[in-house]
């Protein structure tokens, strides 16, 4: 009898800590999964967006113009994808940390990877700083409300 109990709450141990880890990891997958819950992996883990900011926006453009266009254009895509509808398509938490920490996200995160795989070309780090990088997210949900 000792012995089928202790069997049975072996078992009951094991059960629930394979239920805890594979809920867990299904959560994180469909977040990953979902690019409108994804916030990649970064600095930024949550930023407030609300009414536009027409004079933070023109503050990214010029960034933007100074500091990616090497590599990106709005409207096509270059030696990185055209950013017309970014906003549309990732997060605004995402995309910060697309700009800010490129090396690591396309490592680890999913859609980066997967944008890496495509591309070819690694995505550099123009050091922006994390104001910067918010003024960037503002010039492009400008570009996406036209
Ligand atoms: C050296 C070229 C290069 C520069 C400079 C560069 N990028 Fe990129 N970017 C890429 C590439 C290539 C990708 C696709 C991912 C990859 O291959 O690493 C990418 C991906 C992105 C994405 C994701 C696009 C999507 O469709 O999800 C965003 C957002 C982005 N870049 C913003 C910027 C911003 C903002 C700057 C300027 C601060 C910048 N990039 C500078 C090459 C560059």
């Known amino acids: ?58 503050t990214g453009k010029s960034i933007f113009e100074s500091k990616c266009t090497a590599c990106h254009k709005i409207e096509v895509k270059h030696v990185g994808p055209a950013l017309n509808g970014v906003t549309e398509r990732r997060t605004p938490e995402w995309i910060m940390n697309m700009i800010l920490n490129p090396t690591e996200m396309t490592q680890k995160d999913p859609i980066a990877k997967d944008l890496l ?16 990088a918010r ?3 503002e010039f492009f949900r400008s570009n996406d409300n036209n």
């Open 1 to 58: 009898m000792k012995n089928i109990c202790g069997l049975f709450f072996a078992g009951l141990i094991i059960a629930v800590i394979y239920s805890c880890s594979s809920d867990s990891n299904s959560a994180t997958t469909d977040a990953l999964a979902d690019p409108m819950k994804n916030r990649g992996i970064g600095p930024v883990s949550s930023v407030s967006t609300g009414t536009l900011d027409h004079t933070l926006a023109a």
């Open 117 to 132: 795989a495509t591309y070819m070309a690694p995505m550099a780090n123009q050091n922006l700083t994390q104001d910067e």
């Open 135 to 137: 003024a960037v997210l």
